[in-house]
């Protein structure tokens, strides 16, 4: 009788050793006399103990910062480069029999593979096409890990690190193209100012009052500010009749300069 009920204690502790209690996002790969004899899990499972072994894996994202890596890049500029990568078990079974430390291993491919990515690029894709090369590393770290089970989710460069002389260097070629746009929008203004008003100058040319009325539009425009200056306004008509005048004088003395000239020939 004593015997039997230290066998049923004795089966009763074995039995409550051997429950585990699996979480949502966890499974286990259970070994029975060392060989893989599957996945398990969530839930409430049976691993007998010295019969079976279990490993516990994660499915949940990890985040898994990538230290600064020194690359150079495709035009010969050293940077200093930082990322992050998201990645999850996406295979158990892989992730526990296929490879010892899952997280070490993507640790190191996901540093080659940024330094090599790096030197495929020029700086200033680097700094302008950063979705570009963060899909690139994603899909280059992925393929690589796809056998060990995991699912690489994504990649993304956080910093950027360049020489001080080329940080020097670049913002001078940045305010070099800022006055290169101011000078071209300037020349631009200028241009259609031009043209503006060339096309005023026409319509008052072709409208004989236009001028007149613009002259009475200065005078209200002077007299609105004032100041101390006299504006003594002369009609166009008297304009017109001053430069006729003109051009007659200078008709007439032509004239008599060709006379003088030919009495001169004529006299012995």
Same mark, same amino acid.
């Given at each position: 009788m004593e015997l039997l +009920? !230290?066998?049923l204690f004795f089966l009763f502790g074995? #039995?409550?050793?051997?429950i585990r209690v699996i979480k949502e996002y966890e499974k286990i790969v259970v070994f029975t006399l060392g060989r893989a004899d599957g996945v398990r899990g969530p839930g409430l499972q049976l691993v007998f103990p010295l019969l079976q072994q279990s490993k516990k894996v994660d499915l949940r994202v990890l985040t898994m910062p990538i230290p600064m890596q020194e690359a150079i890049t495709k035009d010969? !500029?050293? !940077? %200093? $480069? *930082? *990322?992050v990568c998201f990645f999850q078990v996406d295979d158990a079974f892989? @992730?526990? #029999?296929k490879i010892e430390d899952p997280l070490a291993a993507t640790m190191q491919i *996901? =540093? $080659?593979?940024?330094r090599s990515i790096l030197g495929q690029h020029e700086l200033d894709e680097l700094l302008t096409e950063r979705d570009a090369i963060n899909a690139k590393l994603s899909a280059v770290i992925d393929r690589q890990t796809e056998g060990w089970g995991i699912k690489v989710m994504a990649v993304e460069v956080k910093d950027v690190e360049i020489p001080q002389s080329m940080q020097r260097a670049m913002a001078k070629q940045a305010e070099a193209e800022r006055e290169r746009r101011a000078k071209i929008v300037a020349a631009e203004g200028e241009m259609q100012a031009a043209e503006k008003l060339a096309q005023a100058a026409e319509v008052i040319s072709a409208t004989p009052g236009a001028m007149q +009325?613009? =002259?009475l539009q200065t005078m209200v425009e002077v007299s @609105?500010? %004032?100041n101390s200056t006299l504006i003594f306004p002369i009609p166009i008509e008297f304009m017109d009749m001053a430069r006729g005048a003109a051009k007659l004088f200078q008709e007439d003395k032509g004239e008599k300069i060709k006379i003088k000239e030919k009495q001169k020939e004529e006299a012995p």
């Open positions: +009920l !230290v066998f074995y #039995t409550l050793s051997s010969n !500029v050293s !940077v %200093k $480069t *930082a *990322a892989k @992730a526990v #029999t *996901a =540093q $080659t593979t940024l +009325l613009r =002259q @609105a500010e %004032k």
